[in-house]
């Protein structure tokens, strides 16, 4: 099962900043972790280095759409959606109608497609 690599990727602390969607389609076997091309997440901060909302990118390697989990930075709305994924990466929120941007840090899932002996 995929659940230890679950835990690794915890929000630790931020009860309130919860991003819960993605888990649950690797629960339910919607999404295949290991099948990821790409992933990112990133937390909103203010100008005190408050964290003020939250983002989660992920895409399937056979997928055309982007799997988008983000808590507002402005209003807090926690929502989710499927998009292109393109660069700049700017997600619109369902709540406030404002954008707000997700730089792209890092692929942190490797591809395991060769056998590793
Ligand atoms: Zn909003």
Redesign the pocket.
């Known amino acids: 099962m995929t659940e230890e690599l679950d835990d690794s990727e915890k929000v630790k602390g931020k009860e309130n900043l919860k991003l819960e969607k993605i888990d649950e389609l690797v629960k339910k076997g919607e999404l295949d972790p290991s099948n990821v091309k790409f992933t990112t997440w990133q937390d909103k901060k203010n100008d005190d280095g408050e964290i003020i909302g939250t983002a989660r990118v992920v895409q399937e390697e056979d997928e055309e759409l982007a799997k988008v989990e983000y808590i507002?930075?402005?209003?807090?709305?926690h929502?989710f959606k499927e998009t292109e994924y393109k660069r700049p990466f700017w997600v619109k929120?369902?709540?406030?109608?404002?954008s707000f941007s997700i730089p792209r840090l890092k692929d942190k899932v490797k591809k395991k497609k060769k056998p590793d002996v």
């Open positions: 507002c930075p402005r209003c807090q709305k929502g929120c369902e709540g406030c109608e404002k």
